[in-house]
């Protein structure tokens, strides 16, 4: 049983910085993968990012490279999104999400547990 809460979205112009927090409960923590997912309003959810329950690897989504950064503190059951360089078509709830099964077919985390996601906003 893994609890996801997401906190620190908001509204930001764009070109602005913002970071995500997930908070997360549970015995086993360090032992799941953690992806960044979002929403944008009227579309389907997408993959933003993950980083495995080591912090050794990570993997980003092409339109979030090199302005986004997923990062987690096992210690603290948390992991954040640092969000630079901010654009308008980022704006989206932003989801938590904790997977333990890897689909080396697909090349992807199965995903078990969701938070309830955090509205970004960012101003053009």
């Known amino acids: 049983q893994v609890r996801l809460v997401e906190s620190g979205g908001g509204l930001v112009q764009a070109g602005g910085s913002l970071r995500l927090s997930c908070a997360a409960s549970?015995?086993?923590?360090?032992?799941?993968?953690m992806g960044w997912f979002r929403r944008p309003p009227g579309k389907d959810r997408e993959f933003v990012a993950v980083i495995t329950w080591s912090g050794i690897a990570t993997s980003y989504a092409d339109s979030v490279k090199g302005r986004f950064t997923i990062s987690r503190d096992n210690a603290r059951n948390t992991v954040f999104l640092q969000m630079n360089s901010l654009k308008p078509e980022d704006t989206a709830v932003y989801y938590c999400?904790?997977?333990?099964?890897?689909?080396?077919?697909?090349?992807?985390?199965?995903?078990?547990?969701w938070g309830q996601g955090t509205q970004v906003t960012v101003s053009s």
């Open positions: 549970g015995r086993t923590f360090s032992s799941y993968a």
């Open positions: 999400a904790a997977g333990k099964t890897y689909d080396v077919l697909t090349r992807t985390w199965q995903y078990d547990y």
